[in-house]
């Protein structure tokens, strides 16, 4: 098996130009079976076959490992922490600072990041003059980055909103809910590759500097040597006093890294 699969790794770098190696491994084979199965292939050597036979097939094993889950409000405890404490005390901080800024550097289908801007508007409260805020949201992928910027969804994604954000925020047609383009009014969606070496954060951010950054539910993926390399790049665009937000899964790597979680159990992290 672990054969088969660098195998499969080393066709994949060779046809697509895609370095699969970079996931971890339990991870890699799993997706693996999975398409075994949703190809009927009998065998992990059929299956190696059936991807030389099939550029198509390559391609949705590669579409398979991006992680593109997202939910509104997901982790309950850490949007409370955002909403009650930490976003609050960012204002507070506001003389100081020309707008709030944070980085959502995985941001899927968007999500995670309209979760964030409802909070921040909700503490404005139609008061625009209050404070300004920016939200860079990227993500490695085109397609989840338009899917993102156009902000429809469908009645099962709103399960985690509440009636009144739901009333506020989107505009309804049939079963798909829009997100309100007022919503989307200080937001930027750009693709970003946190593996490129080139670049150290969004391009519209131009100087990083951000009060928090978000890098959730994605870096268990990775094998630990990739991880570091984007702690780096999500860390040291971090503002001093700057918060880190990550999945509950990945706090451990946090703490590893000498990083104290501001709440116990809210993966929210400063230095």
Known sequence: MIKQIKDISDFLMQSQGID???????????????????????SMQEYCTLLEQSNAEGKLLIASLQNNYSEFFRN???????????????????????????????CANGQEVYSIAMLLEELRNGNKERFKFRIFATDK???????????????SALNNLNLKREKKWFTKQKDIYTIKPELMENIDFSVFDLLDKKSSSPSASIFGNFDIVICANLLFYFKPKIREQ????????????GCLITDEAEREILKK????EVIPQSGIFQR
């Open 20 to 42: 699969v190696s970079i996931y971890e491994s339990s991870f890699l084979k799993k997706t693996m079976q999975k398409r075994i199965t949703e190809t009927q292939c009998s």
């Open 76 to 106: 309950s405890l850490t949007f409370a922490v955002l909403e009650t404490i930490v976003l609050p005390s960012l204002v507070l901080k506001k003389k100081k600072r020309k707008e709030i800024r944070i980085w959502s550097a995985a």
């Open 141 to 155: 992928c085109d397609e989840q980055i338009n899917k993102a910027r156009i902000g429809k969804y469908s009645i």
């Open 230 to 241: 984007i702690l780096d790049k999500v860390i040291k665009p971090i503002s001093d006093g």
């Open 257 to 260: 890294k000498n990083y104290h």
